[in-house]
């Protein structure tokens, strides 16, 4: 028992640090955001003001931003703490590596991946979506986006260091990323045509429990790997 | 009691070090000596379980350190040449997150007064100077209690003063039963301490 209670307050304790980091780098914190918030609002510009066209692409056009956004906050989840020498203290702490790893994911998700959900109803508005679909744009993202910081983790991991690592990381991860891409957007477009979207629904859950469990493990160890 | 048994290091493929074999005992103070590029670091991380080595083992109590990594980290206090702080947190908050024992404010005050950081408690570490931030990540050394220290290169950087300091600490912990592993090009008075000495040449 105590030792779960260890590993509880050693979560909060690097959550802690890395949300009183973020805010100290908070123009970091926002490029995702700002990211996300331009390419969506260039579609309008670009393919014209028609609501109907507007309506009918912008689940992918939500998601494709969604993910892009997040493929470019990745090489902050541990570039700084690799320079800086923090990353090695991570893994010398007596505390298991992949809760304390766990901890910097939790702080990636509520830094890019929240603010993305938070502000997706306006950007859901200004493509002319019906509040039904802006409600499953809403919940996608809340279910997703925490599947692309845990899964975007164990790419960074991987490519931790590497020369062109950007480009690798993209190429690395992306694949990973189309499935959410399809759920996602599959829920959305079945909801707005009046179909069930829980079929969509519960296989992205399935995949959020799988990268939950496994994501921190593994990204723990592809850190040991990449820091020989 | 820390045991190296045939240590062989490797950096890019090619081997730099080979058939490195030494025992510590409480008390005990190895310097690691060696012209640049001769291993010193990756003799350090391996015996701090960050590298593996290409052959040979480390044992801690006489189990391999790999197995054994959480007793391992307990009593392992490891500053690299990176010292391991946020450049964008202040010298309180630094010491605060790496310390893994109980620390209060009145202790964590009490160690940067010490080691001469007292009136710059609230600047982000980048604002101070190299020699400064490495005081504060050798001011780990005062609140924590880890038998066995592995340091690199402690003394870069640090003034006159701050190197005595550091030499008289070193022979407390010495002194108390403690061990460390040490590597320095500068002159220093801790030096007299040494028992055990590793060169890579």
Known sequence: ?228 | MLQANTLAGERSGQRIFSDVSFSLQNGDLLHVSGSNGSGKTTLLRILAGLTLPAEGEVLWHQQGITANRDIYNENLLYIGHRHGMHSDLNALENLRLSCHQSCNRAKLFSALEEVGLGSHLKKPLRLLSQGQQRRIALARLLIESQPLWILDEPLAALDVIAVEWFSQHLAQHLQGGGMAVVTTHQEASFISHVSVTVDLN
Do not use: C
């Not at chain 1, 908070?26 to 260039?42: A, K, Q």
């Not at chain 1, 007596?94 to 993305?116: D, E, M, N, R, Y």
């Open chain 1, 1 to 228: 028992m105590s030792s779960h209670v260890g590993l509880l307050a050693s979560w909060q304790r690097v959550l802690k640090r890395e949300l009183l980091l973020a805010y100290r780098q908070r123009n970091d914190i926002l490029t995702p955001l700002i990211f996300f918030i331009i390419v969506i609002s260039l579609f309008p510009l670009g393919v014209g003001p028609e609501p109907e066209i507007l309506r009918i692409i912008a689940p992918g056009v939500i998601w494709v931003a969604a993910l892009l956004a997040t493929l470019l906050s990745l090489s902050r989840l541990f570039n700084n703490e690799l320079h800086d020498g923090t990353l090695e203290q991570l893994l010398l702490t007596p505390q298991p590596a992949s809760v304390l790893i766990f901890a910097k994911i939790t702080s990636h998700w509520l830094t890019t991946g929240l603010p993305l959900v938070l502000i997706s109803p306006l950007l859901a508005i200004s493509l002319d979506m019906s509040p039904i679909a802006l409600g499953y744009t809403m919940v996608t993202l809340l279910l997703g986006t925490p599947i692309l910081s845990l899964v975007g983790a164990v790419g960074a991991a991987l490519t931790l260091g590497l020369r062109g690592g950007g480009v690798l990381l993209a190429l690395l991860i992306l694949p990973l990323y189309i499935p959410v891409l399809i759920f996602a957007t599959g829920a959305i477009i079945a909801t707005s045509n009046g179909y069930s979207a829980e079929g969509q629904l519960s296989l992205l859950a399935a995949y959020l429990i799988l990268t939950l469990i496994f994501a921190p493990w593994v990204t723990s160890h592809a850190l040991r790997v990449s820091l020989d």
